[in-house]
């Protein structure tokens, strides 16, 4: 066997290996998620199941029902206090604000919708909203599982989609924010890996079918024409072994976690450039949040090997923004505080949750890095996590 020879075939290897691994830890989030569900009404049920294997949403039955925030008129969900992501030790210290101090209006921010940050025994929980210097609203009530795994918000604040995992199947639905003009448009959903998300226009949801068959094979990638009276369907031609899609506000971008790492594709399915710094052996990130407007910085939760990743299912926590072209960390001007959650307005800047004693607080900080406002949260979300930002 003559050395090209022996490289092409473990280059062959090499691929085999990482497309079972992740095919693997979609599987096993499917199974988890599955066995949660079937158990979800069961304390004890769930008290085993949780010792034996853990479950890709954490499920403390052992705690008693966080008391009701004061805009809850009936009992929806008792979410417990996320797990906080471990922060890189190569994080910077944030440089001295130039902004404003706490507490400044911050009507720039647009509306924040929140979730669960935790699945608890609830079959059910409400969608919220807050916009900076009002009270938080409650939403629609949608399936637990889905509002803290795949739900998605479009960028306008006005729809929401969704895929219910339940028994009759994968089914794709939309609606809006009040629970109005609700409709399913597709069964047959990825609910795990590649949830569906809104194109920035809110015409189109780009999704993946379920596996097709008994080895795991990938169904086909689609972006649906959900304002169309057909609902139909463009189909990609290539099926990247990747999950968690975020659409750039450009609409030109689409950036989703591979094995180890994160690749920017077109919005026909074709790959643009992988972001740099990810390896098996170094860096990993099996959960991405958010992109920036022209695909150039991505927030994210970056581990190492030795750190607790998780599995594939969905989560939204950031200890890290990225520039998508070098894979160097962007500095942010967080205080000293824990980086909890970061998303990109249209506009280029950054809506900044970092935890600020026994709550969060809200930054907007500007496309170079500097602090515009800050605003403490209402207590009434400390235990649930941010799943858009509209307007």
Known sequence: MNDQRLRLDLADLAEEVTVVDLRDRTLRTSRRLGIQRTVATSAAALVLIAAAAGTAFAIRPDQSPAPLPADSPSVTATPTAPPSPTSSPSTPSSPPSGGSSANTPTVTIGRLFYGPAEVTGATSANLRSWHPGDNPVRLLALPALALKGNVSVSSDGHRVAWVDSGDTGNNLFVANVDGSDRRQVRSGVDPY????VWSPDGRQLLFRETTSNASGEPGRYGMLEVRSTGSTVRWWKSAPEACHALWSADGQTIAMN??????????????????????????????????????????????????????????????????????????????????????????????????????????????????????????????????????
Request: proline share 5%; aromatic share 4%.
């Open 193 to 196: 890996c590649v949830t569906p």
């Open 258 to 391: 591979t094995n180890a790492g994160v690749t920017l594709y077109g919005t026909d399915g074709t790959t643009k450039r992988v972001v740099p710094g990810f390896s098996l052996d170094g860096w990993r990130s099996n959960d991405i949040t958010s992109l920036s407007p022209d695909g150039s910085r991505i927030a994210l939760l970056r581990t190492k090997p030795t750190e607790d990743a998780g599995d594939v299912a969905r989560d939204l926590w950031v200890n890290v923004v990225l520039d998508t072209r070098t894979g160097k960390e962007i500095r942010l001007p967080l205080g000293g505080r824990e980086l909890r959650q970061v998303y990109f307005p249209t506009d280029g800047s950054m809506v900044v949750r970092v935890r600020d004693g026994s709550g969060h607080a809200v930054l907007l900080v500007s496309a170079d890095g500097r602090k515009i406002s800050e605003t403490a949260e209402p207590a009434s979300l400390a235990d649930m996590q941010i799943l858009a930002v509209a307007g």
